[in-house]
Nanobody, 115 residues
């Protein structure tokens, strides 16, 4: 099972980025998929998740700015109005079938927001 994240980069505060994550090696339609991030010197934190039925959840810090979506084995994170505090390595993750806890993890993609 592989999760391949992409789309990170350097952006100015107030800008936007769209992260993508491609899953392979199993069927993801029955899994919860999501995004986490880890800033320098901090623990990894939940950012957003989307269930197999399309229900999405967000961390309070990104509500109204970030949107998670999915399409088959892909999960996306549209990030608008980015802030310097959003700077982190972003990881995509997936649960096993019909579960909500995350089992599979992709490599990270770095998002840097300059002020």
């Amino acid at each position: 099972v592989q999760l391949q994240a992409s789309g990170g980069g350097l952006v100015q505060a107030g800008g936007s980025l769209r992260l993508s994550c491609a899953g392979s090696g199993r069927t993801f339609s029955t899994s919860t998929m999501g995004w986490f991030r880890q800033a320098p010197g901090k623990e990894r934190e939940f950012v957003a998740g989307i269930s197999r039925t399309g229900t999405s959840t967000y961390a309070d810090s990104v509500k109204g700015r970030f949107t998670v979506s999915r399409d088959n084995a892909m999960v996306f994170l549209q990030m608008n109005n980015l802030k310097p505090s959003d700077t982190a390595v972003y990881y995509c993750a997936s649960s096993t079938a019909f579960r909500t806890d995350y089992t599979y993890w992709g490599q990270g993609t770095l998002v840097t927001v300059s002020s």
